[in-house]
């Protein structure tokens, strides 16, 4: 079985950084989609950042140019890199493992999800 563990999260002021990590057992995240998304309040789980399998990244047009997603194959650990947060990325952050190796975003392909990190940014 697959299990995911999310950690970084915390509470940080608008313009600071924070670097969520997501250690994944169980199977390679070298060979699927892997991706990281985000649930606010009374709000929608939706796609921030996701990686396939040949490496491809795509970003919500939210957090490009702040946000990188990458991974370490070899210890099988996702990453998403924060800079310049602002207060409406205030979110439980969510790791998830596909069951695909690309197209990656649908939140629907991914059968496995660990619990969660909260992010909170003041202003």
């Known amino acids: 079985e697959v299990q995911l563990v999310e950690s970084g999260g915390g509470s940080v002021q608008a313009g600071g950084s924070l670097r969520l990590s997501c250690v994944v057992s169980?199977?390679?995240?070298?060979?699927?989609?892997m991706g990281w998304f985000r649930q606010a309040p009374g709000l929608e789980r939706e796609g921030v950042a996701t990686i396939d399998s040949y490496g491809k990244t795509r970003y919500a047009d939210s957090v490009k140019g702040r946000f990188t997603i990458s991974q370490d194959n070899a210890k099988n650990i996702l990453y998403l890199q924060m800079n310049s947060l602002k207060p409406e990325d205030t979110a439980m952050f969510y790791c998830g493992f596909g069951n695909r190796w690309r197209d990656c975003w649908s939140r629907y392909e991914y059968p496995y999800w660990g619990q969660g990190t909260q992010v909170t940014v003041s202003s």
């Open positions: 169980g199977y390679s995240i070298s060979s699927r989609c």
